[in-house]
Nanobody, 120 residues
Framework: QVQLVESGGGLVQAGGSLRLSCAAS????????MGWFRQAPGKEREFVAA????????SYADSVKGRFTISRDSAKNTVYLQMSSVKPEDTAVYYC?????????????WGQGTQVTVSS
């Protein structure tokens, strides 16, 4: 049984900060990586950031580099997305996802999403 639950979304002013959390249940020790994705109205879902469980290697979309930081707490089975210097363009539903297989480019499990709205 796998469950991913996001939290921490809300309304924030441009230039402000917000931290999203993703609590995972299941055999996370056998998972390869966790990722954050987002989907804005009228847009397709896009990759934001990812982190491996093993050595916490990270990757980011160019649009968020230098502003967002992904991290994980293995003991708590939790992944975070620290959002700083947010922009109105960051407004979207943010989803947490789990990638099980290192050699298959697919995210297997998804959370329900949490809304982030950035006001100007």
């Amino acid at each position: 049984q796998v469950q991913l639950v996001e939290s921490g979304g809300g309304l924030v002013q441009a230039g402000g900060s917000l931290r999203l959390s993703c609590a995972a249940s299941g055999r996370t020790s056998s998972w390869y990586a966790m990722g954050w994705f987002r989907q804005a109205p009228g847009k397709e879902r896009e990759f934001v950031a990812a982190i491996t469980w093993g050595f916490a290697r990270t990757s980011y979309a160019d649009s968020v580099k230098g502003r967002f930081t992904i991290s994980r707490d293995s003991a708590k089975n939790t992944v975070y997305l620290q959002m700083s210097s947010v922009k109105p363009e960051d407004t979207a539903v943010y989803y947490c996802a789990a990638r099980i297989n290192r050699y298959v480019e697919k995210y297997d499990y998804w959370g329900q999403g949490t809304q982030v709205t950035v006001s100007s």
